[in-house]
């Protein structure tokens, strides 16, 4: 029995290219265990290319454009305080757990079903049912969660690893009596509009509110939402069975962070 541990720090490489260097693996495994030649394709692009082409992109009118759609999606936003079940330490320190479940089948199987409906993706539908839970513990409708989003909407950048994600904001405010399938509509809306922004690195966004504030921007990165697909890998490495070790999480870059990982058609 062995156990193979690859540490990667976060700047360098995120969830999509992690999935890239484990496909690389698998076939370089496989080319040197039967003395066949490097089977990867060659590199047309790196990721100092990426950074390049963003910096000369990234500027002037284009980033003014996105920036000032991302303000007016926030204008007036008033940062809710989650519900707490201890005082607050004056620093944060960070520390934090996961509580795992599964979302039974039927229940996936009829949000997925009224997402086809409503001519909305899974993703929405989850959304907005976090979104209504979120309202009524907070109490607080008009709500902004932010969602991490892969950054690799440029043609070449699917093969580059390196940091290439981005997180997005997603405001969305409820109104009284509003049936829910009005309101995946609304989420739906939302979503959409935030996507065809997402180029606006997160940073940015925050550097300017904080300008505009003085100093003290709301604050956006307390709830997260995030919704992962299928992580199914292949089982063998060679003549080795694999199979993944669950190590335990103690840490927290959130107040609240909900993920949601779809394997098989269900939901966890």
């Known amino acids: 029995d062995h156990v193979l541990f690859v ?32 089977p990867l394709p060659p590199v047309r692009l790196r990721y100092s290319d990426y950074a390049r082409w963003q910096r000369e992109w990234l500027r002037g009118p284009v980033l ?83 969602t991490p989003v892969a950054g ?7 093969a580059i690893v390196g940091l290439c994600v981005n997180n997005l904001v997603l405001r969305a405010a409820a109104v009284e009596g509003m049936t829910f399938r009005r309101w995946l509509a609304h989420v739906r809306d939302v979503v959409i509009d935030a996507y065809g922004h997402q180029d606006l690195p997160f940073e940015e966004l925050v550097a300017a509110l904080r300008a505009k504030s003085g100093g003290v921007p709301p604050a ?17 490495l060679g003549d080795a069975r694999m199979e993944p070790v669950i190590l335990p999480w103690t840490t927290a870059k959130n107040e609240l962070t909900l993920s949601i990982q779809q394997a098989s058609g269900a939901f966890y």
């Open 7 to 38: 540490t990667l720090h976060h700047v360098a490489c995120d969830g999509w290219a992690s999935q890239l260097l484990w496909s690389e693996l698998v076939a370089l495994y496989e080319a040197f265990r039967s003395g066949a030649p490097d």
């Open 64 to 146: 003014e454009a996105l920036l000032a759609k991302g303000m007016d999606r926030l204008d007036g936003f008033r940062a809710p305080v989650p519900p707490v079940d201890r005082e607050r330490p004056a620093m944060p320190s960070f520390r934090g757990a996961v509580h795992g479940f599964a979302i039974r089948a039927d229940d996936g199987a009829a949000l997925r079903t009224l997402a086809v409906s409503a001519g909305a993706s899974p993703f929405m539908a989850m959304f907005a049912v976090f979104h209504v839970l979120l309202s009524r513990w907070i109490g607080q409708r008009d709500l902004v969660v932010s």
């Open 152 to 158: 690799r909407n440029h043609p070449g950048t699917e």
């Open 220 to 236: 956006l990165g307390t709830i997260a939402f995030a919704m992962h697909g299928d992580a199914a890998r292949e089982a063998t």
